[in-house]
């Protein structure tokens, strides 16, 4: 099982990044797939969720309107769209596959948001 996820990196405040999740080694359309993200110092915290199929979404408050999760079964492959970054949204994101008592993690990816 792999989880790996790639797209951060270093963005001015007011800008974007897309991140993905590429999934193998599993059922990936069984699975509802979320995004965590971990500032330094805190707790992981959950940003994002989508079931399978991708009826229903939901966001942590303090993304909503600017974040977007999205999934192609085809491919695997789960996304986040990061608009309007704040220096808060700074964290190593982590890709998660849940389905019962089973959870797949990824290794994470940084999102640095700067001037």
């Known amino acids: 099982v792999q989880l790996v996820e790639s797209g951060g990196g270093l963005v001015q405040p007011g800008g974007s990044l897309r991140l993905s999740c590429a999934a193998s080694?599993?059922?990936?359309?069984?699975?509802?797939m979320k995004w965590y993200r971990q500032a330094p110092g805190k707790g992981r915290e959950i940003v994002a969720y989508i079931s399978s199929p991708a009826t229903s979404t939901g966001y942590t408050d303090s993304v909503k309107g600017r974040f977007t999760i999205s999934r192609d079964n085809a491919k695997n492959t789960v996304y986040l769209q990061m608009n309007t970054l704040r220096p808060e949204d700074t964290a190593v994101y982590y890709c998660n596959a849940a389905l019962g008592t089973t959870d797949y993690w990824g290794q994470g990816t940084q999102v640095t948001v700067s001037s």
């Open positions: 080694g599993f059922t990936f359309s069984r699975y509802v």
